[in-house]
């Protein structure tokens, strides 16, 4: 069986301050990796992806994330926050033998305080 | 483009009674999947729909859930009768998956916030 963990379910920092979103997976196949973000009453947008290749992945809002195969990990990283960006992420895993089937994580609350 | 669209974005029906949600992909996509989110359980995928057909329904909840995809360019979820438990966000998402690719990437509409009292 596989599944997204995300160790912390909430997340507080100051603005301006560095916040690590940790996100651990288990599959016995490879996977692609993602961060999604959802803000108050929206959807869920996509932040960025690992597909293959460079283990550390740039996305939209200053975000990164690096892909650990040793670790089975792919934390979310910002050197420095915003208020803006308080809301929910979730991380998720497609299976390359499932094709289409994106497992999340139960999700973390950032919430940034000025 | 105006990506995923989702009608209505609220809804509050009494327990017993038929609620149909909709959805537009966006142009060109060819899979559409449809998601449950509470606070107690989180994102659960409903059903997975490749080429208009329904692929993978075993997260339909039970017989009162119902899933059609038409065309392309539109899909259904119907709730028949509805009960307070099914109170919850759903969310449309679609995608364009190539060959026997894993699809890389989901857009997902802004959801439609159901009340069943």
């Known amino acids: 069986a596989q599944s997204v963990t995300q160790l912390d379910s909430q997340v507080p920092v100051f603005e301006e301050a560095p916040v690590e979103l940790r996100c651990n997976y288990s599959?016995?196949?490879?996977?692609?990796l993602f961060w999604y973000v959802q803000y108050p009453n929206q959807g869920l947008q996509l932040l960025l992806k690992y597909l293959s290749g460079s283990t550390l992945v740039k996305g939209i809002n200053g975000f990164e994330a690096e892909f650990n195969k040793s670790q089975t990990s792919f934390h979310l990283r910002k050197p420095s926050v915003h208020i803006s960006d308080t809301a929910e992420y979730f991380c998720?895993?497609?299976?390359?033998?499932?094709?289409?089937?994106?497992?999340f994580g139960s999700g973390t609350r950032l919430l940034v305080r000025p | 483009d105006a990506g995923v669209i989702q009608s209505p974005r609220h809804e509050v029906t009494e327990m017993g009674q038929e609620v149909t949600l909709r959805c537009k992909p966006i142009s060109g996509h060819n899979s559409l999947f449809w998601y449950r989110q509470t606070m107690m359980r989180g994102l659960e995928l409903l059903i997975y729909f490749n080429n208009n057909v329904p692929i993978d329904d075993s997260g339909m909840p039970e017989d009162r859930f119902s899933a059609k995809m038409p065309n392309a360019s539109f899909s259904t979820l119907k709730i028949q009768p509805s009960e307070p438990r099914d109170s919850a966000v759903y969310f449309c998402?679609?995608?364009?998956?190539?060959?026997?690719?894993?699809?890389?990437?989901?857009?997902f509409g802004p959801g439609t916030r159901l009340t069943v009292l």
């Open positions: 599959s016995s196949v490879s996977v692609y």
């Open positions: 998402a679609t995608g364009r998956r190539e060959g026997q690719f894993p699809l890389n990437e989901q857009f």
């Open positions: 998720a895993v497609i299976r390359m033998d499932s094709s289409y089937k994106l497992i």
